[in-house]
């Protein structure tokens, strides 16, 4: 049998999963908490093959969920699943080791289908899901960029804005926005926390750029213009 467990934050969707495992005849509900720190204490009672992790914890408990389930080296494999999902969410879960992104508006046999591939060993991801992934994934063949625009890069990553990176580079908040506007078209990111997570993903992060980072998430940065 299949054990399944959830980090869910809603009563009614989990008993909604456990009456769809009772239903089924190779999987087995393992039980459900609303805390990441909850759930890691199950898993390990528990040892269930699959663990389903609610977007709505927030995408840094998240993530941060699954590297543990990886450090932990348990054989639970982690499925991110939430009524939506963006290119980011979707990119940054799997390269945590995320081995599903399931939508929980889909059908209840997709949903269990999900469950076995994943038990399997196999990666999953609905198929709307996987087209937005790909399209996201195809934009970040790595450009190249020009010691200038790297610096930017550098910059926008710290979460400076756009007259900080002016001073910074003694240059005019002009330059800076023509040097933005050539590394989006280079890189095919649509904002500054996008570039930012671009700028993670060829580089790397120490734990001070992972702060910062996080700092542009909450929107303290002016993501959505150069």
């Not at 509900?29 to 805390?35: D, K, M």
């Not at 054989?75 to 992104?101: C, H």
């Not at 269990?112 to 399209?135: M, P, Y």
């Not at 804005?161 to 023509?178: H, M, Y």
Request: charged fraction near 25%; glycine fraction near 8%; aromatic fraction near 4%.
């Amino acid at each position: 049998m299949i054990g399944v467990c959830a980090c869910e934050t809603q009563p009614i969707v989990i008993e909604g999963l456990r009456s769809s495992l009772e239903d089924a005849d190779d999987l087995i509900f393992a039980g459900a908490e609303s805390t990441t720190g909850a759930v890691l204490e199950l898993i390990e009672r528990e040892r269930p093959r699959v663990c389903l992790i609610d977007k709505a914890l927030g995408t840094k408990a998240v993530f941060q969920l699954i590297s543990d389930l990886k450090a932990r080296d348990l054989e639970t494999e982690p499925v991110l699943w939430a009524a939506e999902v963006s290119e980011v969410e979707s990119f940054r879960a799997l390269q945590v080791g995320a081995r599903g992104i399931l939508k929980k508006t889909l059908p209840v046999g997709i949903i269990l289908d999900c469950l076995r591939t994943v038990a399997k060993g196999n990666i999953w991801i609905e198929s709307s899901v996987s087209n937005q992934f790909v399209g996201f994934i195809n934009r970040r063949s790595t450009p190249r960029l020009t010691p200038r625009e790297e610096e930017i890069l550098t910059l926008v990553m710290r979460g400076m804005k756009n007259k900080q990176i002016a001073d910074a580079l003694c240059i005019t908040t002009g330059t800076v926005k023509v040097h933005l506007m050539h590394i989006f078209e280079k890189t095919g990111v649509k904002d500054r926390f996008e570039l930012a997570m671009y700028g993670r993903r060829i580089r790397g992060l120490s734990s001070d750029m992972e702060d910062e980072l996080s700092m542009l998430s909450s929107g303290d940065s002016d993501l959505g213009s150069f």
